[in-house]
């Protein structure tokens, strides 16, 4: 795990979460596709290989499977795959420029990687894209094209997108204020067991209970 899993950003008054950095490209289908298996692109040469297999070279270099971890060599073959359109090159090499991993710091290209990715309907591109539309990084601060790609994810049923769709209604950023349609999008990342959205929910109706009390306790006084 490095830094630029779950990692949290805070949007408007609320303690809400907008994931950034959650690499599904390397815990998911990029880690089990290296998992107990020698990469042929790592003793080939770089132009008779494909884009598939220059991104699992990526993969083993940042994450130490199978060779030293190296964030610079993983940025070298993340790059030669992303350039010949491999979303999950293009969503870690995004990654990498956001979290300065082999590379200074640089939003701008880390925007950059995120939309190629993103366009290509990788929903955690689409919500790192989002995260930083929402806190004006690498781009001035637009929350209705944080909405836009928090939708897009959302629509692709990710639990992460459903609940950063949630927020925004919630705080009424980017959309306006929609307490319904805010329980609507955590109600379905909760159904997936989205922690987050489960305990947004709870304290909804917590708040709900309270609330109704107080009403019932301020008619039995009259």
């Not at 701008?108 to 929402?134: F, P, S, T, V």
């Amino acid at each position: 795990m490095t830094e630029r899993e779950n990692l949290p950003v805070v949007i408007a008054a609320q303690a809400v979460a907008v994931l950034t950095g959650k690499r599904s490209s390397l815990v998911g289908r990029g880690l089990v596709a290296i998992q107990n298996s020698k990469n042929p692109a790592l003793t080939k040469d770089t132009c008779a290989i494909s884009a598939e297999e220059q991104y699992r070279a990526g993969l083993m270099y940042d994450c130490g499977v199978g060779a030293s971890q190296d964030y610079e060599l993983a940025l070298k073959w993340y790059r030669l795959a992303a350039e010949q359109g491999h979303a999950g090159a293009q969503y870690n090499l995004g990654a990498m420029y956001q979290f300065g991993e082999g590379v200074p710091q640089n939003y701008e290209e880390a925007l950059k990687w995120y939309r190629l990715a993103a366009e290509q309907e990788d929903a955690y591109a689409q919500i790192n894209l989002g995260a930083m539309y929402c806190n004006g990084e690498g781009a001035f601060q637009d929350y209705q094209e944080a909405v836009k790609w928090f939708r897009k994810a959302a629509d692709q049923g990710n639990a992460d997108g459903q609940h950063n769709l949630g927020a925004m209604y919630d705080n009424g950023t980017g959309v306006p204020q929609k307490k319904a349609e805010a329980i609507k999008w955590n109600q379905l990342a909760a159904a997936q067991g989205h922690v987050e959205a489960q305990n947004l929910l709870k304290l909804r109706d917590e708040e709900t209970q309270a609330f109704t009390k107080k009403l019932i306790d301020f008619y039995l006084k009259k």
